[in-house]
């Protein structure tokens, strides 16, 4: 998949990255019935980086029967095609007849599309051509030799390096496209034409070495994303049938199979220590910067290394689906889905060059035809405004700036699962926060019990801990984990049932039991004012209190508490800092969420919360004017998630779900994570709209000094290529912190 391209191609993966003339979305559905037996095929396009290549792929393709769906990764070069043909070749040949080389390749081996490295560029024609160049320009201006030589070395010049932009511009003129390509073939041809030898030469060259440039420094954006694909290794040692270890490919490790890491090695695989204990750096999935100890159950991620002791692990996920492979997957599709700006970006530039064009058409035909003006000077005016007409840095500014940002964010262990994200935090002016698991540690533990209903002393803890285990909520598991603790035998649970925040109920030995919260007494009528200054006072010291109950009343209660973070002070202060509000929303009572609240910094807190009444308070925020986030990392939170403007989840590393879904997952469970993926929005933006800025103003400057006769061709391929290498720069500024 690595190797060059053939010669007639060794240009290609230079096409410039932005002249966007059409810029299409980046999935393409071309039939709108789906058939069963479509295959998804992929391919490599290294000159494939620009809309306009997009667009020219889609048309071509769009004519093929059995072609049902195009999925474009511009970033990577990548394109997928879903179809019913049976094979690749009648795909190939298509992209081959548009000067492109298409490399199919294997489907599910993730690091497959990012880490191909770009086929290697021969320098020498182009620095025959550079030297032809000057020559041309030398004997030109001294005069020492005929015309005749000064046209030869132009000639020579142009030829050395332009063959491929004429190649690439007759294509694009073909398909009815005014890329870069086009423009320049034009616009070199123009100068020719007029007799401007030298100067067509030395701006054939000029655009070759900018171009160059800037596909090198395009390439760091992608090689932030191929860097991750880097971070597992090649070889795993893994346990065979007969008990031996044996060195194995990585990709071709089965899930449950037993493998052993030494100190010092990368993990390979995702996986569930079963011997040995050992810390590891998870920085690279989690962006933790302090290692983690990992004991037997631990989850250990693919990508990250093991740093103390030996461990042996069972395999949880096949090579292609690990936790790394799934964020590299949700980073690549992010890069697809078109952030504001770069709609905006791209709609303009539909506009912005064809209008540009005919300008220049007019420029040189309406001057001397109607105006007596000269027509060297009017044709050589229009031939600048046609290497000015390319929205180059405009349309080539956002997607660098948005996989920059992307990239940046992976690298801190948060997950951005498209451009809109990235753009949207900086608006968000309220933090809406789940309670556990989310400010605090998620692991409460009993603390208080005390038996209501004398009979049952004794017996009452071992009820509420067979109830609990059988829950999977926090404080039910405390109570369990408990009881298990004192040595207590647990019942058998029948009819268990969980009520959705309000506790659980079950059977147990033929009598009806729930164990629940303060609500749940209340519905069911059996609180008291007794009872309510029992649960007040537990309550006011920040402690979460259950009941057991049977038909006849309360028969215990427990109290359970969380500690707070650490990180959930700090996070809060830098949101306020950065003016974002926050509310706190949680099913624990009242009490316990002021208390909480107030350890934390929180502006206020909600209790006693179902699923439908976070979301109630989302929406309720939404109406005074609020550009709402939530973070959560239950199902229980997950309606109130989907509502706000973007969805923080928490500890995504090893959930399938919450990467899949969330619009911003955080891989551990560092809330601080959120204040700087609201700064590193802020930052995007900030750089967005000096791109814009930038490009639109240069632009601007050098329409006006074209018109007034001060711009020369030179100058115009300097102010083009000159300020897309600028935008370029200034996004990939992200990659730095």
Known sequence: MNQPASPHHKHDHHAHSCCGSAAAPALVQLSEKASGDAQLSRFRIEAMDCPTEQTLIQDKLGKLAGIEQLEFNLINRVLGVRHTLGGTAEIERAIDSLGMKAEPLIEGDAATAASASPSKT??????????????????????????????????????????????????????????INALMSIAVTGAVLIGQWPEAAMVMVLFTVAELIEARSLDRARNAISGLMQLTPDMATVQQADGQWREVEVREVAIGAQVRVRPGERIGLDGEVTSGQSSVDQAPITGESLPVEKAMGDKLFAGTINQAGALEYRVTAAAGQSTLARIIKAVEEAQGARAPTQRFVDQFSRIYTPVVFALALAVALIPPLFLAGAWFDWVY???????????????????????????????????????????????????????????????????????????????????????????????????????????????????????????????????????????????????????????????????????????????????????????????????????????????????????????????????????????????????QGHRVGMVGDGINDAPALARAEIGFAMAAAGTDTAIETADVALMDDDLRKIPAFVRLSRQSAAILRQNIILALGIKAIFLAITFAGMATLWMAVFADMGVSLLVVFNGLRLLRK
């Open 122 to 179: 021969r320098w020498w024609p182009l620095g025959l051509s550079a030297v032809a160049a000057i020559a041309a320009e030398v004997v030109h201006f001294t005069g020492l030799a005929p015309e005749w030589l000064v046209a030869a070395l132009a000639l020579a010049a142009i030829l050395g390096c332009g063959l491929g932009t004429y190649k690439k511009g007759w294509i694009a003129l073909k398909n009815r496209n005014l890329n």
């Open 381 to 623: 005016r229009a031939l600048v405004l046609l290497v000015v007409a390319c929205p180059c840095a405009l349309v080539i500014s956002t997607p660098v700036t948005i996989v920059s940002g992307l990239a940046a964010a992976a690298r801190k262990g948060i997950l951005i699962k498209g451009g809109v994200y990235l753009e949207g935090g900086r608006k968000l002016d309220y933090l809406a926060l789940d309670k556990t698991g989310t400010l605090t540690h998620g692991k409460p533990v009993q603390t208080d019990a005390k038996v209501l209903e004398p009979l049952f002393e004794g017996r009452a803890q071992a009820l509420a801990a067979s109830l609990g285990e059988r829950s999977d909520h926090p404080v039910s598991r405390a109570i369990a984990q408990f009881g298990k603790a004192q040595g207590l035998a647990l019942s058998e649970v029948g009819d268990f049932a969980a009520l959705a925040g309000r506790g659980v109920r079950g059977v147990i030995e033929g009598e009806v039991y729930h164990l629940g919260n303060h609500r749940l007494v209340e519905e069911l009528g059996l609180c008291s004012p007794a009872l309510e200054a029992q649960l007040d006072a537990l309550e006011r010291q920040g402690k979460t209190v259950v009941l057991l109950l049977d038909r006849s009343g309360p028969l215990a209660l427990f109290a359970v508490a969380d500690t707070v973070k650490q990180s959930s002070r700090q996070a809060i202060a830098e949101l306020h800092e950065l003016g974002i509000k926050t509310v706190m929303l949680t099913g624990d009572n009242p009490h316990t969420a002021e208390a909480i609240a107030a350890q934390v910094g929180i502006d206020r807190a909600e209790g006693n919360l179902l699923p439908d009444d976070k979301l109630k308070t989302i929406e309720a925020l939404y109406s």
